[in-house]
């Protein structure tokens, strides 16, 4: 693959992940880590680690459009904290967990969340 049209195909990944995260409120985690993973042979840790980082400016777009709109509350920095909290905890030991444990972890979140939609 061509260094543009890899640079293109990221740029069309992270539209998609920008314009889901941006409907449905949801990290783009849940898109990016999968197509990064299945589509283009990333590593699962370094899908997670560029799916992380790139949700700081999506985050930080949507969060300002919202703030504009009144849709943030103080609750939002007590959730931010935790989510803080969480993330150091789990980015730093990422690494040593086994790369299917992730995969599987991910799937049941994922099947749980859909489950959760389609019945309730």
């Given at each position: 693959?061509g ?9 069309l990944?992270g539209?998609?992940?920008?314009v889901?995260?941006?409907?449905f409120?949801?990290?783009?985690g ?5 197509i990064?993973v299945?589509?283009l ?16 400016p999506?985050?930080?777009m949507a ?20 989510a ?7 980015s ?9 444990f992730?995969?599987?972890i991910f799937s ?6 859909a489950?959760?939609?389609?019945i309730?």
């Amino acid at each position: 693959m061509g260094i543009i049209i890899a640079k293109l195909l990221y740029l069309l990944i992270g539209i998609i992940t920008g314009v889901i995260a941006g409907l449905f409120g949801i990290g783009g985690g849940v898109i990016m880590v999968p197509i990064l993973v299945y589509l283009l042979s990333f590593h699962e840790d370094v899908a997670q680690g560029i799916s992380l980082a790139a949700t700081v400016p999506i985050s930080m777009m949507a969060s300002y459009i919202h703030y504009k709109k009144g849709n943030l509350t103080k609750d939002l920095l007590w959730i931010s904290l935790g989510a803080a909290l969480g993330s150091i905890f789990t980015s730093s030991i990422v690494g040593y967990l086994p790369t299917y444990f992730l995969k599987m972890i991910f799937s049941v979140i994922l099947l749980f969340l859909a489950a959760r939609m389609l019945i309730f």
